[in-house]
Nanobody
Framework: QVALEESGGGLVQAGGSLRLSCTAPGRTFRSNIVGWFRRAPGKGREFVASVGRNGISTDYADSVKGRFTISIDNDRITAYLQMNSLKVEHTEVYYC?????????????????WGQGTQVTVSS
């Protein structure tokens, strides 16, 4: 199973921004859609956003629309999650995931490749 690597998490004040990055060491995302999920303590993984194989199609959870933006570079090497106007309730572990599907999906079980997660902490 390919392990993905996330980076960019950290501590930020409410109202601030963070950009998370995701790579698949030694590989590209040319054959994958890429998604971001998050998990609060004691809860399951929750869909945040995904980007399709064409690098253009995107899908977002209603709770982050207009606040978060998912993207992927032209070489399909690095995927990003730009998070703006962060709130305390966005404090969670964020996971990058990849799927061999063609179109965006919100289903966690459709993603077979995962990273270890990166902690995002938003202080008041």
């Amino acid at each position: 199973q390919v392990a993905l690597e996330e980076s960019g998490g950290g501590l930020v004040q409410a109202g601030g921004s963070l950009r998370l990055s995701c790579t698949a060491p030694g590989r590209t995302f040319r054959s994958n859609i890429v998604g971001w999920f998050r998990r609060a303590p004691g809860k399951g993984r929750e869909f945040v956003a995904s980007v399709g194989r064409n690098g253009i199609s995107t899908d977002y959870a209603d709770s982050v629309k207009g606040r978060f933006t998912i993207s992927i570079d032209n070489d399909r090497i690095t995927a990003y999650l730009q998070m703006n106007s962060l709130k305390v309730e966005h404090t969670e572990v964020y996971y990058c995931a990849a799927s061999k599907l063609w179109d965006c999906t919100q289903e966690v079980d459709e993603f077979g490749f995962w990273g270890q997660g990166t902690q995002v902490t938003v202080s008041s």
